[in-house]
């Protein structure tokens, strides 16, 4: 789970919003090839502000 994303925007079947945006889920299954620079570019973000 991912929080403060608000300004992160939901990617069909890897990233979806939780309660009112301000967090995102990623969903991840087995086997399934993951873009981990994506995933390091939404936790940038995501943390820039704290």
Same mark, same amino acid.
């Given at each position: /789970?991912?929080?403060?994303?608000?300004?992160?925007?939901?990617?069909?079947?890897?990233?979806?919003? /939780?309660?009112?945006?301000?967090?995102?889920?990623?969903?991840?299954?087995?086997?399934?090839?993951?873009?981990?620079?994506?995933?390091?570019?939404?936790?940038?973000?995501?943390?820039?502000?704290?």
């Amino acid at each position: /789970m991912v929080f403060n994303a608000t300004d992160i925007p939901e990617v069909k079947g890897f990233l979806r919003s /939780m309660g009112n945006g301000e967090r995102k889920t990623v969903d991840i299954t087995e086997g399934q090839d993951v873009d981990y620079g994506q995933l390091a570019s939404f936790l940038s973000k995501t943390t820039a502000a704290l």
